[in-house]
Protein backbone atom coordinates (compact mmCIF):
# COMPACT_ATOMS: atom_id res chain seq x y z
CA UNK A 1 0.00 0.00 0.00
CA UNK A 2 0.94 3.38 -1.07
CA UNK A 3 1.74 5.40 2.91
CA UNK A 4 2.84 8.69 3.89
CA UNK A 5 3.11 9.68 7.71
CA UNK A 6 3.81 12.15 9.39
CA UNK A 7 5.19 12.38 12.93
CA UNK A 8 6.59 15.09 14.97
CA UNK A 9 3.97 17.76 16.00
CA UNK A 10 3.28 19.27 18.61
CA UNK A 11 3.68 22.29 20.97
CA UNK A 12 6.44 24.84 20.67
CA UNK A 13 6.79 28.41 22.40
CA UNK A 14 7.12 31.47 19.47
CA UNK A 15 10.66 31.36 18.21
CA UNK A 16 10.95 27.84 18.91
CA UNK A 17 12.46 24.64 16.89
CA UNK A 18 10.23 21.60 15.16
CA UNK A 19 11.49 18.81 13.37
CA UNK A 20 8.95 17.18 11.54
CA UNK A 21 9.10 13.58 9.51
CA UNK A 22 7.46 11.35 6.85
CA UNK A 23 8.25 7.75 6.31
CA UNK A 24 7.17 6.87 3.27
CA UNK A 25 6.02 3.02 1.86
CA UNK A 26 4.94 1.17 -1.23
CA UNK A 27 7.11 3.03 -3.69
CA UNK A 28 9.92 4.04 -4.98
CA UNK A 29 10.54 7.08 -2.83
CA UNK A 30 14.00 7.91 -4.70
CA UNK A 31 12.21 8.75 -7.78
CA UNK A 32 9.98 11.63 -6.46
CA UNK A 33 9.41 15.00 -5.83
CA UNK A 34 8.03 15.28 -2.18
CA UNK A 35 6.22 18.66 -0.90
CA UNK A 36 5.19 20.26 2.37
CA UNK A 37 1.60 21.25 2.25
CA UNK A 38 -0.36 23.22 5.56
CA UNK A 39 -3.55 24.01 6.55
CA UNK A 40 -4.42 26.62 9.35
CA UNK A 41 -7.08 25.94 11.51
CA UNK A 42 -10.49 26.30 9.55
CA UNK A 43 -8.69 27.42 6.52
CA UNK A 44 -7.08 26.73 3.61
CA UNK A 45 -3.98 24.71 2.20
CA UNK A 46 -0.93 26.61 1.78
CA UNK A 47 1.98 25.28 -0.10
CA UNK A 48 5.25 25.57 2.13
CA UNK A 49 7.96 23.68 -0.05
CA UNK A 50 9.24 20.73 -1.89
CA UNK A 51 12.70 18.51 -2.73
CA UNK A 52 13.20 17.07 -5.90
CA UNK A 53 14.76 14.02 -6.54
CA UNK A 54 18.26 12.93 -6.94
CA UNK A 55 17.89 13.10 -10.80
CA UNK A 56 17.18 16.75 -10.12
CA UNK A 57 19.92 17.50 -7.78
CA UNK A 58 17.66 18.02 -4.58
CA UNK A 59 16.98 20.71 -4.92
CA UNK A 60 14.50 22.75 -2.90
CA UNK A 61 12.20 25.63 -3.31
CA UNK A 62 9.83 27.41 -0.50
CA UNK A 63 6.88 29.91 0.10
CA UNK A 64 8.20 32.68 0.99
CA UNK A 65 6.44 32.74 4.36
CA UNK A 66 8.70 30.57 5.35
CA UNK A 67 11.98 31.07 3.62
CA UNK A 68 14.96 31.48 5.50
CA UNK A 69 13.26 29.68 8.61
CA UNK A 70 12.17 26.10 7.03
CA UNK A 71 14.54 23.31 5.50
CA UNK A 72 13.12 20.73 3.56
CA UNK A 73 15.77 17.67 3.62
CA UNK A 74 15.38 13.88 2.46
CA UNK A 75 16.75 10.46 3.24
CA UNK A 76 16.51 8.10 0.21
CA UNK A 77 18.05 5.23 2.14
CA UNK A 78 15.51 5.42 5.06
CA UNK A 79 12.30 6.74 2.52
CA UNK A 80 11.90 9.56 4.57
CA UNK A 81 10.86 13.14 4.36
CA UNK A 82 12.16 16.20 6.92
CA UNK A 83 10.93 19.47 7.69
CA UNK A 84 13.52 21.85 9.93
CA UNK A 85 11.28 24.63 11.37
CA UNK A 86 13.00 27.12 13.21
CA UNK A 87 12.10 30.46 14.45
CA UNK A 88 8.56 29.84 14.56
CA UNK A 89 5.46 32.12 14.60
CA UNK A 90 2.12 31.42 15.92
CA UNK A 91 0.89 32.40 12.20
CA UNK A 92 2.40 28.71 11.67
CA UNK A 93 0.02 26.46 13.20
CA UNK A 94 -1.30 24.31 11.14
CA UNK A 95 -1.69 20.69 9.80
CA UNK A 96 1.28 20.13 8.12
CA UNK A 97 1.07 17.35 5.13
CA UNK A 98 3.97 15.77 3.27
CA UNK A 99 2.47 14.80 -0.11
CA UNK A 100 3.97 13.20 -3.22
CA UNK A 101 4.83 15.09 -6.21
CA UNK A 102 4.08 13.14 -9.95
CA UNK A 103 7.67 14.24 -10.87
CA UNK A 104 6.98 17.29 -12.79
CA UNK A 105 7.26 20.75 -12.51
CA UNK A 106 3.72 21.89 -12.43
CA UNK A 107 2.67 18.54 -11.24
CA UNK A 108 0.24 17.44 -9.01
CA UNK A 109 0.26 15.89 -5.42
CA UNK A 110 -0.99 12.41 -5.75
CA UNK A 111 -0.68 10.89 -2.18
CA UNK A 112 -0.99 12.68 0.85
CA UNK A 113 -0.12 11.72 4.85
CA UNK A 114 -2.56 11.80 7.34
CA UNK A 115 -1.00 15.53 8.49
CA UNK A 116 1.01 15.97 11.90
CA UNK A 117 -0.44 19.59 13.99
CA UNK A 118 2.00 22.19 14.95
CA UNK A 119 0.41 24.17 17.68
CA UNK A 120 3.37 27.42 17.93
CA UNK A 121 1.95 29.16 21.17
CA UNK A 122 3.13 31.04 24.44
CA UNK B 1 1.93 37.01 -6.87
CA UNK B 2 -0.58 34.87 -8.84
CA UNK B 3 -3.84 34.35 -7.07
CA UNK B 4 -6.60 32.02 -7.73
CA UNK B 5 -10.25 32.59 -6.96
CA UNK B 6 -12.74 30.29 -6.31
CA UNK B 7 -16.65 30.76 -4.44
CA UNK B 8 -16.36 30.24 -0.81
CA UNK B 9 -19.41 28.05 -1.38
CA UNK B 10 -22.08 25.60 -3.98
CA UNK B 11 -24.86 24.35 -3.11
CA UNK B 12 -26.80 21.25 -4.89
CA UNK B 13 -29.47 18.71 -4.71
CA UNK B 14 -28.29 15.50 -5.03
CA UNK B 15 -28.24 13.83 -8.84
CA UNK B 16 -27.61 17.26 -10.24
CA UNK B 17 -24.66 18.88 -11.37
CA UNK B 18 -22.07 20.84 -9.55
CA UNK B 19 -19.21 23.29 -11.16
CA UNK B 20 -16.97 24.65 -9.31
CA UNK B 21 -14.75 27.01 -10.60
CA UNK B 22 -11.35 28.43 -10.68
CA UNK B 23 -10.19 31.77 -12.19
CA UNK B 24 -7.24 33.38 -12.79
CA UNK B 25 -5.25 35.15 -15.22
CA UNK B 26 -4.76 33.69 -18.25
CA UNK B 27 -5.01 30.24 -16.22
CA UNK B 28 -6.02 28.20 -19.63
CA UNK B 29 -2.18 28.71 -20.19
CA UNK B 30 -1.64 26.81 -16.58
CA UNK B 31 -2.17 23.13 -15.65
CA UNK B 32 -4.62 22.76 -12.90
CA UNK B 33 -5.42 20.34 -10.52
CA UNK B 34 -8.21 19.98 -7.95
CA UNK B 35 -8.48 17.69 -4.48
CA UNK B 36 -11.34 17.41 -2.40
CA UNK B 37 -11.08 17.58 1.55
CA UNK B 38 -13.67 15.96 4.00
CA UNK B 39 -13.83 17.13 7.60
CA UNK B 40 -10.96 16.05 9.33
CA UNK B 41 -9.46 14.19 6.68
CA UNK B 42 -6.00 15.14 4.06
CA UNK B 43 -7.04 16.13 0.48
CA UNK B 44 -7.37 13.57 -2.53
CA UNK B 45 -6.54 14.53 -5.56
CA UNK B 46 -10.02 13.99 -8.21
CA UNK B 47 -8.48 15.72 -11.28
CA UNK B 48 -5.15 16.66 -12.42
CA UNK B 49 -3.38 18.51 -15.21
CA UNK B 50 -6.79 20.09 -15.81
CA UNK B 51 -8.96 16.71 -16.36
CA UNK B 52 -7.66 13.79 -16.20
CA UNK B 53 -8.56 11.22 -13.36
CA UNK B 54 -6.78 9.18 -11.31
CA UNK B 55 -7.62 6.08 -10.82
CA UNK B 56 -10.42 5.06 -8.26
CA UNK B 57 -12.17 8.43 -9.06
CA UNK B 58 -15.72 8.26 -10.16
CA UNK B 59 -16.20 9.41 -13.43
CA UNK B 60 -18.46 11.71 -12.85
CA UNK B 61 -15.63 14.04 -11.87
CA UNK B 62 -14.47 16.01 -14.75
CA UNK B 63 -12.41 18.77 -15.30
CA UNK B 64 -12.18 21.51 -17.76
CA UNK B 65 -9.76 24.90 -18.27
CA UNK B 66 -9.86 27.79 -20.76
CA UNK B 67 -9.50 31.49 -20.73
CA UNK B 68 -9.16 32.99 -17.11
CA UNK B 69 -11.50 29.91 -15.81
CA UNK B 70 -11.64 26.24 -14.54
CA UNK B 71 -13.62 24.33 -13.73
CA UNK B 72 -14.57 21.25 -11.60
CA UNK B 73 -17.87 19.83 -12.67
CA UNK B 74 -19.10 16.68 -10.53
CA UNK B 75 -22.20 15.20 -12.53
CA UNK B 76 -25.13 13.30 -10.54
CA UNK B 77 -23.84 14.55 -7.15
CA UNK B 78 -24.24 11.98 -4.21
CA UNK B 79 -23.69 12.70 -0.29
CA UNK B 80 -20.65 11.89 -0.38
CA UNK B 81 -19.59 14.32 -2.48
CA UNK B 82 -19.99 16.97 0.16
CA UNK B 83 -16.13 18.12 0.40
CA UNK B 84 -14.37 21.14 0.35
CA UNK B 85 -12.29 21.87 -3.05
CA UNK B 86 -9.07 23.07 -3.90
CA UNK B 87 -8.05 24.53 -7.25
CA UNK B 88 -3.88 24.28 -7.42
CA UNK B 89 -1.23 25.26 -10.14
CA UNK B 90 2.26 26.32 -10.41
CA UNK B 91 3.46 29.83 -10.70
CA UNK B 92 7.15 29.88 -9.26
CA UNK B 93 5.57 28.42 -6.78
CA UNK B 94 2.41 26.01 -5.77
CA UNK B 95 -0.59 28.30 -5.83
CA UNK B 96 -3.91 26.83 -4.34
CA UNK B 97 -7.43 28.47 -4.47
CA UNK B 98 -9.16 29.18 -0.97
CA UNK B 99 -11.53 26.47 -1.43
CA UNK B 100 -15.32 25.95 -2.27
CA UNK B 101 -17.22 23.91 0.36
CA UNK B 102 -20.26 21.94 -1.59
CA UNK B 103 -23.10 21.61 -0.01
CA UNK B 104 -25.30 18.86 -1.18
CA UNK B 105 -28.81 19.91 -0.25
Known amino acids: EVQLVESGGGLVQPGGSLRLSCAASGFTFSDHYMDWVRQAPGKGLEWVGRTRNKANSYTTEYAASVKGRFTISRDDSKNSLYLQMNSLKTEDTAVYYCARGTNGEDDAFDIWGQGTMVTVSS | SYVLTQPPSVSVAPGKTARITCGGNNIGSKSVHWYQQKPGQAPVLVIYYDSDRPSGIPERFSGSNSGNTATLTISRVEAGDEADYYC????????FGGGTKLTVL
Open chain 2, 88 to 95: QVWDSSSI
